[in-house]
């Protein structure tokens, strides 16, 4: 008989609970619109393994020695550059910190700002993820009212004022300004130039999370809240694995210089593989603009037909803006209809999203539901969003 050790009693009180399954991976299912996976036949396979096995030629002796503590050099330049060119950021690449994912960057970040009980301003929606990360290190999430232009500049300054007369300062505030995750809202100039004014009013910093900047179908680029912001008020992140591959697992961010040293102290030893720096520097430097604008003409097409299907499937039951960009469609569905409780169920016939309770900071707007549309075949895409209407009358939820 083995005395196995319990350590129950040794678990850290920030750490999250385990899934009621046991496992926080399920099988996927045909109609699967919850993850933001790419379309696999887009990912570059052939011109990656040439991107490496030129790298490898070129700088392959170097993986004898532990690389720079904020990555690879030649990459971060090769980020400030894309930066500056589409995010009209003016960056030193010393401000430049590689991390595996953005998901790291964010989880960093938090690390960083946040104390237990510090008050954290997000979108009324926002990030699973992020969401998440904050509540583990004990923030005070409040949720700010949001168009299809994000944030709300004047609700903001409501609830900063109001905050501020119960002698509570918001420690900071995370915002996707761009094809926002989940809502698709983007951020035009005269609102990120609002948004600013608040943030500088109230003297509080901004954490900008911009990973789903490349992928717009239509209108202009708008610069990044860090390129307009004059006061080193913002913290910056961003991705490869929307333009890439998520599977490769590449992410940075951008610091002011007053924060590079803080970031390392906590970062250290955590750089990402070079096999997939190495990688994506190569194919990228070479093939940025064609390889994105293949996938944004793949994802635009993905993007129509879902919208299309919702019409279709949904009719005036829901409301969904025409997003401009990004990897989702954001559907509201009348108050008493509870999206959350019935996708356990759903998931047995084959179909599965985002619910509106995962993304909003009080875990609760059961009526939202978000689509997922990049990597699902049109024909897929047509049928599954039909299936679920078929499925979401069959339950009487609408």
Not at 303 to 310: L, S
Not at 314 to 331: A, E, H, Q
Request: overall charge negative.
């Amino acid at each position: 008989m083995s005395n196995n050790f319990d350590f129950s009693r040794s678990i850290a009180n920030n750490i999250p609970p385990v899934p009621i399954s046991g496992r926080a991976v399920v099988p996927r299912v045909k109609y699967d619109f919850t993850t933001a996976f790419l379309d696999p036949s887009s990912l570059p396979i052939e011109g990656l393994n040439l991107a490496l096995k030129t790298a490898l030629e070129d700088e392959g002796q170097d993986l004898a020695y532990y690389p720079h503590p904020q990555g690879h050099p030649k990459m971060r330049e090769f980020i400030t550059d894309k930066l500056k060119l589409e995010r009209s950021m003016e960056i030193d690449p010393d401000q430049v910190i590689l991390t595996t994912g953005s998901g790291q960057a964010v989880a960093r970040v938090i690390e960083l700002l946040t104390n237990p009980n510090d008050t954290v301003i997000t979108e009324e929606f926002s990030y699973q993820g992020t969401l998440n990360i904050l509540r583990r290190y004990g923030a005070k999430l409040v949720g700010a009212p949001m168009d299809r232009e994000g944030i709300i500049p004047e609700a903001l300054d409501k609830i900063l004022h109001r905050l501020h007369k119960t002698a509570t300062k918001a420690k900071y505030i995370y915002t996707i300004p761009t094809f926002q995750n989940p809502t698709g809202a983007d951020m035009s100039l005269e609102r990120r130039k609002s948004f600013l004014q608040i943030a500088r009013n109230h003297n509080i910093p901004i954490f900008e999370d911009d990973c789903y900047a490349d992928l717009r179908f239509t209108g202009e680029n708008t610069p990044s809240l860090y390129a307009l912001d004059d006061t080193n008020s913002v913290v910056y992140c961003g991705s490869f694995s929307k333009i890439l591959a998520p599977g490769m697992r590449l992410g940075f961010m951008v610091v002011p210089k007053g924060l590079v040293e803080n970031i390392k102290a906590i970062h250290l030893g955590a750089t990402p593989s070079q096999f997939a720096i190495l990688a994506t520097l190569y194919f990228l430097k070479d093939h940025l603009s064609e390889h994105v604008q293949k996938l944004t003409t793949i994802f635009h097409s993905r993007k129509d037909t879902a919208f299309g299907a919702v019409g279709e499937a949904f009719g005036n039951i829901v409301k969904c803006d025409n997003p401009d960009g990004g990897l989702y469609l954001w559907l509201e569905f009348p108050p008493n209809c509870d999206l959350a409780s019935i996708l356990p169920k759903a998931r047995e016939y084959g179909m599965s999203w985002g619910t509106g309770a995962g993304f909003s900071p009080g875990q609760d707007r059961k009526n939202y539901m978000r689509l997922c549309y990049g990597h699902l075949e049109p024909s897929i895409i047509r049928d599954g969003i039909h299936q679920i209407a078929d499925f979401l009358r069959q339950e009487q939820i609408i």
